[in-house]
């Protein structure tokens, strides 16, 4: 931001050295013309504090937000068993009697028990974990 400051000093000492002044109606324009780049300068410049100070507020509410999620959905322990909450796999299974496209969290397949589809309540896997077919 500061670079724009700069260049509107610039163009002010330019002016003041080449020896533009009110007294033609051409310097009057400048000098008119160098007062708004200076007044948008400090717009711009007063923008760009809130946006940083917006962007720290929202980044805040993140943080509240991710928090409030871990809370809300249990995850608060994550690090203390991650090998067990940890990036659950989910398996797409089209059921072999409705063909409805069904998902298992992969940790499922560890117990030894029938799963069913629920769809419509029929055997998918049996406990040796095997598909099951209408044939
Ligand atoms: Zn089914």
């Not at 962007?55 to 809370?71: A, F, G, H, M, R």
């Not at 249990?74 to 990036?87: A, M, T």
């Amino acid at each position: 931001m500061n670079y724009l400051l700069e260049r509107v000093a610039y163009l002010k000492g330019l002016m003041d050295g080449l020896g533009v002044d009110d007294s033609t109606n051409e310097g009057k324009i400048l000098i008119k013309i160098i007062d708004v780049l200076d007044d948008m300068v400090d717009e711009i410049t007063e923008l760009n504090a809130s946006q940083v100070e917006l962007e720290e507020y929202v980044q805040t509410i993140d943080e509240d937000l991710s928090n409030l999620e871990d809370k809300i959905y249990g995850y608060e322990d994550y690090d203390e068993d991650d090998d067990y909450s940890d990036n659950i796999q989910y398996i797409e299974v089209e059921c072999p009697h409705c063909h409805d496209t069904v998902y298992f969290a992969d940790d499922i397949f560890d117990f030894e028990d029938e799963l069913l589809c629920p769809n419509c309540n029929e055997i998918i896997y049996d406990e040796d974990g095997t598909l099951k077919t209408d044939n």
